[in-house]
């Protein structure tokens, strides 16, 4: 199993980001995806979950009405579509296969001005 986050960066306050994380070793469209912040110093914080063909969507509620997850299971893609950044979203963004055992090595998004 494999997972390969992409898309993260230095972005300022109100921008706005795309994450992709293609995964490989298992077959995607078989399992719900999440994906899981860490800010600095601070610990694990899920952001978003995904079923297998993307029916049934769930949100942190300090993401709720800025992101948005997605996924392409014929190019084994999972995506979040990041609006409305805050410093606050400055964290590293890890892609998660259901049950938490495989992680992608995770993608930093730092927001400032």
């Known amino acids: 199993v494999q997972l390969v986050e992409s898309g993260g960066g230095l972005v300022q306050p109100g921008g706005s980001l795309r994450l992709s994380c293609v995964a490989s070793g298992f077959t995607f469209d078989l399992y719900w995806m999440y994906w899981v912040r860490q800010a600095p110093g601070k610990g694990l914080e899920w952001v978003s979950s995904?079923?297998?063909?993307?029916?049934?969507?769930l949100y942190a509620d300090s993401v709720k009405g800025r992101f948005t997850i997605s996924r392409d299971n014929a190019k084994s893609t999972l995506y979040l579509q990041m609006n409305g950044l805050k410093p606050e979203d400055t964290a590293l963004y890890y892609c998660?296969?259901?049950?938490?055992?495989?992680w992608g090595q995770g993608t930093q998004v730092t927001v400032s001005s």
């Open positions: 995904i079923d297998t063909d993307g029916g049934s969507i």
């Open positions: 998660v296969r259901v049950g938490y055992i495989y």
